[in-house]
T-cell receptor, first 110, second 114 residues
Framework: TQLLEQSPQFLSIQEGENLTVYCNSS?????LQWYRQEPGEGPVLLVTVVTGGEVKKLKRLTFQFGDARRDSSLHITAAQPGDTGLYLCAGVGSGNQFYFGTGTSLTVIP | GAGVSQSPSNKVTEKGKDVELRCDPI?????LYWYRQSLGQGLEFLIY????????KSGLPSDRFSAERTGGSVSTLTIQRTQQEDSAVYLCASSLEWLLSPLHFGNGTRLTVT
């Protein structure tokens, strides 16, 4: 099993603050995805990164894939209450499966 | 609707009973995945299908768990002789091609074993 460790596990911030969520592994992944999950629903894909060093922006969200393809980060600028949810990274590893991270639960307080 | 559909959305069962969870993937999606999620935590991989075939069953927690997929479409996950530790949300996802396209998830089945 290839583990994807996410940090922090829980994050509670005020509206308007910036934050960064990390996804780390000792294994190399051919691609990595970020999902957001809201209570009572399944995860929804936010972005896929495939190239080491790649940076993708989605409005206020910036995703980066590490040069060695072992880690990724998600940065949110000026967080909004609508950003609240469970953020999950997932990678395609050598076992040819989607391995999901441990999750970061984000709460944005109005 | 065009999304992944799971039923039932909630299931409460007594310890020792069998349960069957159903997943209707997006039409045309060849790959189907089952995951288990404990409260507010990450996803534990259970099994995936390419078409009707499940190449890797090593993620199933015990021999009480089984899954099948028929006609390259609907899949059922069966848990026999349920235990309290089986309580979790069971999520199903499908993708157009195995590993090459993003996963589309259903809203899950919340299983509670009393």
């Amino acid at each position: 099993t290839q583990l994807l460790e996410q940090s922090p596990q829980f994050l509670s911030i005020q509206e308007g603050e910036n934050l960064t969520v990390y996804c780390n592994s000792s294994s190399v992944f051919s691609s990595l995805q970020w999902y957001r999950q809201e209570p009572g629903e399944g995860p929804v894909l936010l972005v896929t990164v495939v190239t080491g060093g790649e940076v993708k922006k989605l409005k206020r969200l910036t995703f980066q894939f590490g040069d060695a393809r072992r880690d990724s980060s998600l940065h949110i600028t000026a967080a909004q209450p609508g950003d609240t949810g469970l953020y999950l990274c997932a990678g395609v590893g050598s076992g040819n499966q989607f391995y999901f991270g441990t999750g970061t639960s984000l709460t944005v307080i109005p | 609707g065009a999304g992944v559909s799971q039923s039932p959305s909630n299931k409460v069962t007594e310890k020792g009973k069998d349960v069957e969870l159903r997943c209707d993937p997006i039409s045309g999606h060849t790959a189907l995945y089952w995951y288990r999620q404990s409260l507010g935590q990450g996803l534990e991989f259970l099994i995936y299908f390419q078409g009707n075939s499940a190449p890797d069953k090593s993620g199933l927690p015990s021999d009480r768990f089984s899954a099948e997929r028929t006609g390259g479409s609907v899949s059922t996950l069966t848990i026999q002789r349920t235990q309290q530790e089986d309580s979790a949300v069971y999520l199903c996802a499908s993708s157009l091609e195995w590993l090459l396209s993003p996963l589309h998830f259903g809203n899950g089945t919340r299983l509670t074993v009393t």
